[in-house]
């Protein structure tokens, strides 16, 4: 097999109207990554899936006592993790973006009642892809800007919806994953490979 990838303010107010409505309250934005998200409607709709999905999670009446403390806990270290996007060389948005989008994924494929409910995220689904002896598994959100997370063995990665002709191209760093019903394209660096949606069950 291949060894692929992965390489791994106050909120902003027009008079008393925030310009975005996350599932915390701006007026007690703690951190420069929620003062990002208060002012960012993109982000804001990437919150409001997350706590959706988070809840469907901790509803769930069949997890045992120490799974809900263990994704209670998850949850808390992923809250810091988030808050300190204000270090991160790829700018304070863009990270929050994609912790944002890895944790999605990271809750939709551990926990089966957070895709119990039709919301703007879908998966894990499958792919078959020439070359990979394990299917990658892909998360879709569409909540603000389209955005497919990509999981392997090897990683995460969080690529963003681009301008394609037909399909949808979605790309990231040295990685584009352009898909067209349940096929797929992947490529990673100078590396090419068809893929396609696996059945699943």
Known sequence: ?????????????????????????????????????????????????????????????????DRLAELKAFQRGWIKGR???WKADQGLEACVATEYGARIAEIRTGYAASRGKKGPSDGPYPY???????????????????RAVLSSREGTQVLTAGPTGSGVRYEGRDVVFHTKGRDAHLKVGK???????????
């Open 128 to 146: 078959v892809c020439d070359g990979l002896d394990l299917p990658l598994s892909v998360v879709f959100v569409n909540a603000g800007t389209a």
């Open 1 to 65: 097999m291949r060894s692929l990838f992965f390489g791994g303010v106050a909120c902003l107010m027009s008079g008393s109207v925030w310009a975005a409505d996350p599932s915390f309250d701006c007026a007690k934005a703690g951190s420069s990554a929620e003062v990002a998200i208060c002012g960012s409607e993109d982000l804001a709709a990437l919150d409001r899936e997350m706590a959706r999905l988070y809840q469907l999670a901790v509803r769930d009446g069949t997890l045992s006592a």
């Open 83 to 85: 808050d300190d996007c």
């Open 191 to 201: 590396i090419s490979m068809s893929c396609r949606q696996d059945d699943i069950g």
